[in-house]
Nanobody, 123 residues
Framework: QVQLVESGGGLVQAGGSLRLSCAAS????????MGWFRQAPGKEREFVARISGRSFSRNYADSVKGRFTISRDNAKNTVYLQMDRVKPEDTAVYYC????????????????WGQGTQVTVSL
């Protein structure tokens, strides 16, 4: 089972960019579907993006499509979330997660989570 550590969060102005990283330790990283989720204060955790083990499949929430890009480097055991043209409503704690399920669709199908990294978008 992998362990996950996110980094790269911080304060960014609306319209700016930020890249989140999620480093995985453990074996067989390339066999995991990886996802990014976020949770804003007072709201439920929501799906942001996911990527298959070999990067053949990538999916995004409608709210971030065209602005965020998920990618991974299996040689570095790392998954990334490039966030461009950010908006104040992107403010949240961002979590990466790993799943053994093919095409995971719900948070409970992810069995390993990172501790989260805060992203704050100012006007």
């Amino acid at each position: 089972q992998v362990q996950l550590v996110e980094s790269g969060g911080g304060l960014v102005q609306a319209g700016g960019s930020l890249r989140l990283s999620c480093a995985a330790s453990g074996r067989s990283f390339s066999t995991y579907f990886m996802g990014w989720f976020r949770q804003a204060p007072g709201k439920e955790r929501e799906f942001v993006a996911r990527i298959s083990g070999r990067s053949f499949s990538r999916n995004y929430a409608d709210s971030v499509k065209g602005r965020f890009t998920i990618s991974r480097d299996n040689a570095k055991n790392t998954v990334y979330l490039q966030m461009d043209r950010v908006k104040p409503e992107d403010t949240a704690v961002y979590y990466c997660a790993a799943s053994r399920v093919a095409l995971p669709t719900t948070p409970d199908q992810y069995d390993t989570w990172g501790q989260g990294t805060q992203v704050t978008v100012s006007l």
